[in-house]
T-cell receptor, first 115, second 114 residues
Framework: GENVEQHPSTLSVQEGDSAVIKCTYSDSASNYFPWYKQELGKRPQLIIDIRSNVGEKKDQRIAVTLNKTAKHFSLHITETQPEDSAVYFCAANEGRTDSWGKLQFGAGTQVVVTP | DGGITQSPKYLFRKEGQNVTLSCEQNLNHDAMYWYRQDPGQGLRLIYYSQIVNDFQKGDIAEGYSVSREKKESFPLTVTSAQKNPTAFYLC?????????????FGSGTRLTVV
């Protein structure tokens, strides 16, 4: 099955700086890679996703890059703000047809943005 | 609650008891999932169901059971065989067919053993 590793586990940045979170995956058949943001005590919310036929995707201050050859993908947050403080999870789907929709999650990155 | 409702929000279980967590969705999604979240370990899949009357074990199914008698409902029972049930439990759903767009999550149930 799929195995997803995420680094770093914690990340402290000054407001206005950039934050980068990196993930690797093992299943070469994976083709969908979402990123979720979870605030304390709340449900994870999808913030951006990328498919394997795309190398980069951007949405305002958030961007995701994917390197299929190396099996890694990254989340980039620019001009960080205090409201970006949260836990961020990367995930990858299992590529087999009989496990459609199964996501394997990374362990999460606690991002703290200090004013 | 974004179309998927979990209840209760907090649940306390005594040693040796079975408890059932509710998950209901009105999104007309075929697929539903249960994940367990522990600090520092991300989300781990317990069970998933891609269609009514069918479900599959995830990575940590021991000590848990589910049913899927209705499309809208996917309750999770934490049995007394689950030795360390204290965790945050998240239910999720997705359309189940076509291009995958990730999950809609419920707001979670925090289970504590007392």
């Amino acid at each position: 099955g799929e195995n997803v590793e995420q680094h770093p586990s914690t990340l402290s940045v000054q407001e206005g700086d950039s934050a980068v979170i990196k993930c690797t995956y093992s299943d070469s058949a994976s083709n969908y890679f979402p990123w979720y943001k979870q605030e304390l005590g709340k449900r994870p919310q999808l913030i951006i996703d990328i498919r394997s036929n795309v190398g980069e995707k951007k949405d305002q201050r958030i961007a995701v890059t994917l390197n299929k050859t190396a099996k890694h993908f990254s989340l980039h947050i620019t001009e960080t703000q205090p409201e970006d403080s949260a836990v961020y999870f990367c995930a990858a789907n299992e590529g087999r047809t009989d496990s459609w929709g199964k996501l394997q999650f990374g362990a999460g990155t606690q991002v703290v943005v200090t004013p | 609650d974004g179309g998927i409702t979990q209840s209760p929000k907090y649940l306390f279980r005594k040693e040796g008891q079975n408890v059932t967590l509710s998950c209901e969705q009105n999104l007309n999604h075929d697929a539903m999932y249960w994940y367990r979240q522990d600090p520092g370990q991300g989300l781990r899949l317990i069970y998933y169901s891609q269609i009514v009357n069918d479900f599959q074990k995830g990575d940590i199914a021991e000590g848990y059971s589910v049913s899927r008698e209705k499309k809208e409902s996917f309750p999770l029972t934490v049995t007394s065989a689950q030795k360390n049930p204290t965790a945050f439990y998240l239910c999720a759903s997705s359309p189940g067919t076509g291009e995958f767009y990730g999950y809609t999550f419920g707001s979670g149930t925090r289970l504590t053993v007392v």
